[in-house]
């Protein structure tokens, strides 16, 4: 997985621009970029900061199967997750989770109703 941080400080109205997204996953009691390493980016790893068109190009990249965008809202770090995304599955979710961390995802499905929510 690479991993990019969301952009802009207006809300998370971005966040379905262009419309790609698979899933969001938010955590509680975790860091941004401990999120994105629960999900499966390297460990430690800065993320860069990228648009949602980068986070779509990195997904032409040999070898690159999944794409999150992680950032923070209150309380809450959240990944939006583009190409195969692992907040959605229980593995990746108890990952997110571990610890004490309290972990919510949201998988957009409206092209095959209905959409899913896990806590």
Excluded: H, K
Aim: charged share 20%.
């Amino acid at each position: 997985m690479s991993v990019g941080r969301g952009a802009g400080t207006g809300g998370i109205g971005w966040l379905l621009e262009p419309y790609a997204v698979d899933c969001v996953t938010f955590a509680r009691g975790v860091e941004p970029v401990d999120l994105a390493s629960r999900l499966g980016a390297p460990p430690g790893q800065e993320p860069p900061l990228s648009s949602a068109e980068e986070a779509l190009d990195l997904l032409t990249d040999p070898g690159v199967d999944g794409v999150a965008r992680v950032g923070r809202a209150g309380d809450w770090a959240f990944a939006v997750e583009y190409g195969d995304a692992a907040g959605c599955t229980e593995t990746g979710l108890r990952a997110v989770s571990r610890d004490g961390a309290e972990a919510v995802n949201f998988l957009m499905t409206p092209w095959s109703p209905p959409s899913m929510f896990a806590y």
